[in-house]
C-alpha cells in the first residue's frame, strides 16, 4: 500500500469530526481496532485484520465461560484481567519497553508482550465483546482504561497484570512514575473525558514516532508522521516533521515542497520558520 493511501486509510479509522468518537459504542470500538490494525501495518504488511478480530474474539469466549450468569461489570473485568493477565500471561514488557513491536497489535497478541496502550486496546475490544464498553482515560504519565459508564469510579491498569485501580491507587502508580507526590482532583476522575478515537491513535503513533527518532529510523519514522497528519488534520509541527524526515531521507524535491508548504501556514516570523527557511535556502544553492 503506498504512503498516501495508508495515511487515508488511517484518517478513515480515527473516525470524522475534530476530535472522533469515544470508542465505547461497538462502531466506534470498531474502527479504533482497525486503526491499530492499520498502525501494525508499517512494520507487518500481511496483518489480516480479519485474523486480529478471531483472536480477540477467542479470548472474550474464553472469558465469557469463566463467567456467572448475568455478572455485573466488575466480575466480568476482574474476570478478565484473571485470564489475560493470569493465564494466558500478557504482560508489560519493561525489558524492552522501546521495542516498536510494542505497538503492533498482532505482535502484542502474538507475544503477549506490550505497553500500557497497546495491552489496554486488547482488555478494551475484550470488555466490549462482553457488554462492557471501556475507554482510554487521558492521565499524564501512563495510560489507564476506565469503564465508559462513569457511575464505576474505578480504572483498569492493563500494563500491571490488569490491576483494577481506585483513585489512591492511580495517584501512587503517577507518583512511581514521576518520583514526587502526585495528587488528582477526585471530581476530575469522576468526570473523567474518554479519549476520542483520533487522540487513541494519535498517541499510538506518537509513542511510535519517538521510538524511531531515537533509533534515527526516518523511514518508518515517515511513515508515522504521514499517520499522525491524517489524526491531526492541519497540525503544522507533523508538516514540519515530515518534511525533516524527507531530508534525512535524501528525498529532496519532495522535502521542498513539503517544507515550502509548512512556511507558507506556519506563523511568520517564528524561530521555527527561520530554520526551515534556512534550510531550503541551502537546498536551493546545491
Known amino acids: 500500500m503506498g504512503e498516501l493511501a495508508a495515511s487515508e486509510e488511517v484518517e478513515a479509522a480515527a473516525g470524522g469530526g475534530a476530535g472522533g468518537a469515544a470508542p465505547a459504542d461497538a462502531g466506534a470500538a470498531d474502527r479504533l481496532l482497525r486503526g491499530a490494525v492499520l498502525i501494525a501495518r ?110 464505576y469510579e474505578f480504572f483498569v491498569d492493563a500494563f500491571a497484570g490488569g490491576e483494577i485501580s481506585f483513585h489512591q491507587d492511580v495517584e501512587d502508580t503517577l507518583t512511581g512514575i514521576y518520583r514526587r507526590p502526585v495528587r ?57 516533521d515530515s518534511g525533516v524526515y524527507l531530508y534525512r531521507l535524501g528525498r529532496i524535491p519532495e522535502c521542498v515542497e513539503t517544507l515550502t508548504q509548512f512556511v507558507a501556514r506556519a506563523p511568520p516570523g517564528s524561530e521555527d520558520v527561520a530554520k526551515v527557511q534556512a534550510l531550503l535556502r541551502a537546498l536551493e544553492q546545491r
Open 42 to 151: 508499517h512494520r507487518h504488511p500481511l496483518v489480516s485484520e480479519a485474523d486480529i478480530r478471531e483472536q480477540l474474539d477467542d479470548l472474550a469466549v474464553q472469558v465469557a465461560g469463566r463467567l456467572p450468569a448475568d455478572p455485573y461489570p466488575l466480575k466480568v473485568l476482574q474476570t478478565i484481567s484473571a485470564h489475560l493477565h493470569g493465564d494466558r500471561g500478557f504482560c508489560g514488557n519493561k525489558e524492552d519497553y522501546y521495542d516498536p513491536n510494542n505497538s503492533c497489535i498482532n505482535v502484542v497478541l502474538e507475544r503477549r508482550l506490550g505497553i500500557p496502550i497497546s495491552l489496554g486496546l486488547v482488555y478494551m475490544q475484550v470488555a466490549q465483546r462482553l457488554g462492557v464498553p471501556m475507554v482510554g482515560v487521558n492521565l499524564p504519565g501512563h495510560f489507564f482504561i476506565a469503564p465508559a459508564d462513569p457511575s
Open 184 to 240: 488528582l482532583d477526585p471530581a476530575a476522575l469522576a468526570n473523567r473525558q474518554p479519549l476520542p478515537e483520533r487522540t487513541f491513535l494519535a498517541r499510538m503513533l506518537s509513542n511510535l514516532k519517538q521510538i524511531y527518532n531515537l533509533r534515527q529510523s526516518f523511514a518508518e519514522a515517515y511513515a508515522i508522521s504521514l499517520y499522525l497528519r491524517a489524526t491531526r488534520p492541519g497540525d503544522l509541527e507533523e508538516l514540519r
